[in-house]
């Protein structure tokens, strides 16, 4: 079990990770800057929000994220894609994981006080989500795999593992592409045909193609959550078997991941099906609540 604390946290934007504190042996971590995230995830097709404020960041880097958002509305008016990703990772010293993936679609800063704060929204997929399309055909017996490979290569996010397990078995019998196939459109639409159609699920987690069925989980291991790994107050249930927990901030509780679940009052085996993260480097804030469906 990794110990929950002496958090730990890094902010990449495009090619350059912003200094937002660092870890001394034997001193443990200076905060340089003051940051507060939050990420919402589904296991929807809808796409991941991330949203960063950065407090006083310096003047320099200001502009940077000026210049940044001014290409990207520029881009946007042209109908193009101007690539900015985003990248946030978080946890602690010596487990610190990635925990949102995405492209950022708003920067702006503004002077609060006699504090300057630069607000960054971001989204896992979002602009590839709305705009991209696509033109290829096979000729002949086409593997599923093939098809989800340049279906995602269109959205410039990689192939995941569950939906290279998912194209392993469609290939067994319920999906075939004996006669070629032609893929044409948006590529949203063409994923709606391969996969829900199927009934399955697809989503972007974190840059990759997610695909699940109906009560399937990631092959990840299962996060075991009581009060000794983390588990934050009591659990409360929802309609239809559901229930909303909170945790100790764990990159490890994501949309489609097995959590056992151990309370006083709540019991049972969960696919969590929604999550929000939330921190704040400077504050109290280092959590991570999860909405999931009994297994």
Known sequence: MTDLYDRAFSLTIGDQEISIQQYIPGKGTEH??????TVEKTGSSDPNFAKVEIYNLGESNRRIMQA?????TSFAKKKLIYDWPLVISAGYVGSKAQIFSG???????????TEWVTIIEAEDGGKQYRSKEISKSFDGPTPVASVLNELAKALGIGLGNSAAKFAAGAEQGYLN??????LHGFVVKLLDKYVSSAGYKWSIQDSQ???LGLNEVLLD???VLNKGTGLVGSPERGEKGTVTATSLLQPSIKP?????LESRMVNGTYIATTTRVHGDNWG?????VFEGKPL
């Open 177 to 182: 592409f004996d006669h070629g196939v032609v």
């Open 32 to 37: 340089a800057l003051r940051a507060r995230f």
């Open 256 to 260: 489609g991941r097995r959590v056992d």
């Open 284 to 288: 109290d804030e280092w959590h991570t």
């Open 68 to 72: 940044g958002s001014d290409l990207a």
């Open 209 to 211: 193609l997610q695909v």
């Open 103 to 113: 492209d950022i679609v708003f920067c702006d800063s503004r002077q609060e006080g």
């Open 221 to 223: 291991e299962i996060v």
